[in-house]
């Protein structure tokens, strides 16, 4: 049985590996970003409000509601998942561990000072859902999806106040889970400045896929 919870700067990559684990292997995966921005679009209210804030400053959406989206996507998976994005803090890690613990975390390693420079470069094709960077992955045409022809967005938290206070949350609430996973005995760690394609392979091979 696989459940991997994928830890890592925002910008590591670790959506996109968790993305492409899911696609060949055939692994449910959430990301509770996806999900609340999902969220976003379909919703109004009082909720819909807070978690609007929390995105558009940085900051992390309450436990309880990130544990509802988490426990209401993973109530039909009896088998393997991925999360990617939860648990972002050592409440919500023991949080996991009481309703299901992951068999494998892993971490995509990479330096605070690239993640900057891969954030501000991110591209999004909001209908293909497909990523860009415009250092690293540019479009083949600028600002343009190579697939659909849409033009390309900006995440609104991906602007340097925002990223900077993501990653203040990151190494001040998530860091920690990378001893307390350590200590689990069940935390691999894989390089994240490299390739698209050769983190993947690293990944395959932590995972013994
Ligand atoms: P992401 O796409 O993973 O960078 O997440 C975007 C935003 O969604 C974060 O900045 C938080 O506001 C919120 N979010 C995602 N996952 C969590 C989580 N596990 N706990 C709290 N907030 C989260």
């Not at 600002?143 to 995440?155: A, F, K, M, P, V």
């Not at 994240?192 to 392979?201: C, E, R, S, T, W």
């Amino acid at each position: 049985m696989k459940r991997i919870v994928f830890l890592g700067y925002p910008g590591s990559g670790k959506g996109t590996q968790s993305t492409q684990l899911s696609k060949e292997f055939n692994i449910f995966a959430l990301s509770t970003g996806d999900a609340f921005r999902q969220m976003l679009k379909e919703g109004k209210g009082d909720v819909a409000d807070q978690v609007r804030s929390c995105i558009s400053e940085g900051r992390l959406v309450s436990d309880e509601l990130t544990f509802e989206v988490v426990k209401n996507s993973l109530a039909n998976e009896n088998n393997d998942w991925i999360l990617d994005g939860y648990p972002r803090n050592l409440n919500q890690a023991k949080i996991l561990e009481e309703f299901c613990p992951p068999t494998d975390v892993i971490l995509v390693d990479i330096d605070e000072e690239i993640i900057f420079r891969r954030l501000t470069g991110r591209r999004l094709a909001k209908s293909s859902g497909k990523m860009y960077n415009i250092y690293l992955s540019p479009p083949k045409k600028d600002g343009i999806c190579d697939e659909t022809g849409e033009e390309l967005t900006q995440r609104e938290d991906d602007t340097p106040e925002v990223i900077q206070k993501r990653l203040d949350v990151y190494r001040i609430e998530t860091e920690p889970l990378v001893n307390f996973y350590q200590e689990k005995g069940i935390l691999r760690t894989i390089k994240g400045d490299l390739a698209i394609d050769k983190v993947y392979n690293n990944l395959k091979e932590v995972l013994g896929f």
